[in-house]
């Protein structure tokens, strides 16, 4: 029997995989974007000359506003994206550690697995060899491949789907962020919200606060409960 024909239904016609990084791949308690939080605190205050409070402000303001600080921070202060990018990403990965189920789970899917991150590639890359997940992916994209732009913007989307040759038709996303879905599933890709706590709503197909046993069942045609 073919591999397509034991898929799950819902994912059968999928042939591309695309997966988000952080609190995506990993699980939010391993709070390891509370480290890159208190670097981009640090670097708004240094470059900006603001207190911590006013840093705060401008993160949370810009985050809402634009999808990342990063945009906001180009948007209004010129900030040269790769040095900030170099300097918050500079963390400790030792919270993370090997996967050997996602990896698994992972791999048993057909056809091509992508990586879409706000953050850059070179930091995403990092996040994958701590996962044990970095031969699984036939190309990893960052912010920088979007020309900075980032999700939930649909420029954003186009220009990664366009280089990465995303078929809309036969693509699911796998995101924790609800807004970062909304654009995928107009554009006609599966589309399924991870360790994130949502109400229904139209644009996210399925929802799992487990990943790797949420995959491994799309492949034996039944999903999780949580699904």
């Keep these: ?17 695309v997966f988000d990084l952080d609190n995506t791949l990993y699980a939010p308690g391993v709070r390891l974007f509370d480290q890159i939080e208190e670097k981009m605190r640090s670097y708004i205050t240094r470059h900006l000359g603001v207190d911590l ?6 993160r949370a303001r810009y985050w809402a506003e ?6 906001g921070l180009m948007a209004h202060h010129d900030t ?11 963390i400790d990965f030792t919270p993370l550690s090997p996967a050997p189920d996602l990896a698994a ?6 056809g091509r697995k992508l990586i879409y991150t706000n953050g850059d590639a070179a930091y995403a890359r990092r996040v994958l060899a701590a996962r044990g997940l970095g031969e699984l992916f036939e190309g990893v994209f960052g912010i920088e491949h979007a020309n900075f732009r980032p999700k939930p913007a649909r420029e954003a ?8 040759r995303v078929p809309h038709e036969s693509a699911a996303m796998f995101e924790d962020d609800i807004r970062n879905l ?7 890709l599966r589309t399924v919200l991870v360790n994130t706590a949502s109400d229904p709503l139209a644009h996210i197909d399925h929802h ?7 995959l491994s069942q799309i492949t034996a045609q039944t999903l999780p409960t949580d699904a």
């Design 157 to 164: 989307y186009e220009m990664i789907f366009g280089a990465a």
């Design 182 to 188: 909304e654009v995928p599933h107009a554009m006609g």
């Design 53 to 58: 409070a006013t840093a705060d402000a401008l």
């Design 105 to 110: 789970a992972i791999a048993a899917l057909p």
């Design 66 to 71: 634009y999808g990342t600080t990063l945009a």
């Design 208 to 214: 799992t606060n487990d990943l790797p046993a949420f």
């Design 1 to 17: 029997m073919p591999l397509s024909d034991r898929l799950y239904p819902d994912f059968k016609h999928v042939d591309t995989w």
């Design 80 to 90: 040269d994206p790769m040095h900030f990018l170099e300097d918050v990403h500079d």
